[in-house]
């Protein structure tokens, strides 16, 4: 019995040792990236000023810098986007372990264009700094759920794959305290605010290289079953359980001698269909569902509640606190409560919550009580977004699709989320400038339709294999199939008859009457 309490202890600690290692140079990245570039706002578009002035011997307008400032920031989401398409033929052609170590190259040149930039008198090398560690983003948002998802047993597997989403939040809330001013978000240290995430980087180039590739990739992939066999040891702590090898062997001979999918065969592919949509649909909800806009409003509504100007920057470490909370306690609820309940709950708190903030917004002013409402509803909303979507969208097409077409669906889930995030990024201004205190209405849609599509669309995958959610989508495809075919035939049916009396009435006109 000891013996038995040693393996599953050795089993969660060596998984969970390269679910840190892991995420410390992925998603962990994705979140602190997000956050650090809020806090030099003003000192980066000072100093565009400053270098255009040097050039060219007059000061930009208000507008071109705003300008080249949302460059600086789309960057971001463009780099995310060629990252998300490369990250399938990475994880494809060096495997899960090693496209995520390689990874880590887009991020130190980054890293080292945004310490120089200042000293270069370059604000084009801080864009094309913000376009790689796009990139890198990009990369490890697709390759770091599908690592998790293939290494997880499969009671832990919902679990592992969260983990995702909670370092992004814990990115989030570091990259906050980091911009603090008096941490590194002064003047005279902004570009080592932007440099800053190479720490992670180095950390997993340290740590990652001494745990297990996807044991599933080595199977199924490469087909080196006593490879396979020592990583699913090393992560489990024990022997390899006869049940868990049986489930990767059938799926390996389902796969067959097929080769991995590509993005224009998966969207050829009538069975994956249903499952293609829910992804896209999934993905893309998770950036149209307004919680950036929350972000956005957050430091209006501090301000209005009275924070004082000096310590709104640490009440904004609140919402990187709530969300990085929120996902912990789904993490800890997914395997009990399921990823669909999650997702439809989370979606509909948040259209609640959207009514909720747009009266408060509304009765600002001449409510008393109303900011109080609205910090309310930010901190709530954030809430929400932690507990189903922000974690349980990436483990989607890690359990809805198989090791063949797995790369291929993540490159597509990825490319509609960053292609949303950087559509959201240039509508929130007119969005907001346009409905002002309306402007979450259609966010509250997009959580509606979400939610409904969501409860007819989705089947629950909790604590099943990759066999059996096949399976249960082949069934629902065929029944779909039938369905098209049995409103077919009595056409069909209908116009033989036609066909035949037709053909009667014209024999009756033609034989001779007696």
Known sequence: MGGRNEGRKGCSLTLALTVCSAAVGGTLQYGYNLAIINAPTVYVQRFINETWVERRGTPLESNQVILIWTFIVSAFSLGGLAGSLLAGPMAIRFGRKRTLLLNNCFLLISAAMALSSRSARSFEMIVLARLLVGVNAGVSMNVQPMYFGESAPKALRGAVAFSSAVFTAMGILLGQVTGLTQVLGSED????????????????????????????????????????????????????????MEEILEEQKAAGTTHAKSLRELLTDQSLRRQLCIVMAASSAMMLCGNDSIYFYA???????????????????????????????????????????????????????????????????????????????????????????????????????????????????????????FLMGMMLPFIVSGLGQFCFIPFCGVCVLSAI?????????????????????????????????????????????????SEHLEAEKISPKG
């Open 453 to 501: 599509f969501i409860g007819f669309a989705l089947p629950e995958t909790k604590g099943r294999t990759m066999a059996e959610i096949k399976e249960q989508f082949d069934k629902r495809n065929m029944k779909g199939l039938t369905s098209a075919t049995q409103d077919h035939l009595p056409l069909q049916e209908t116009q033989h008859i036609n066909g035949l009396t």
């Open 189 to 244: 240290l902004w570009p080592y605010l932007l440099a800053s995430n190479a720490v992670p980087c180095l950390l997993q180039l340290l740590t990652l290289p001494w745990f297990p590739e996807s044991p599933r990739y080595l199977l199924i992939d490469r087909g080196d079953r006593e490879a396979c066999s020592r990583a699913l040891s090393r992560l489990r702590g024990c022997d390899v359980s006869d049940a868990e």
């Open 299 to 421: 430091s209006y509504i501090f301000q209005e509640a009275g924070v004082p100007t000096d310590k709104i920057q640490y009440a904004a470490i609140g919402t990187g606190a709530c969300e990085f909370t929120a996902s912990i306690a789904s993490n800890l609820l997914i395997e009990r409560l399921g990823r669909r309940l999650l997702l439809i709950s989370g979606y509909a708190l948040m259209a609640g919550w959207a009514v909720v903030f747009t009266v408060a917004l509304s009765l600002q002013g001449r409510v008393a009580g109303m900011p109080y409402l609205s910090m309310v509803c930010v901190f709530a909303y954030i809430l929400s977004f932690g507990l189903g979507p922000a974690g349980v969208t990436g483990i989607l097409p890690a359990e809805l699709f198989d090791q063949m077409a797995r790369p291929a669906a993540y490159m597509m889930a990825g490319s509609m989320m960053w292609i949303n995030l």
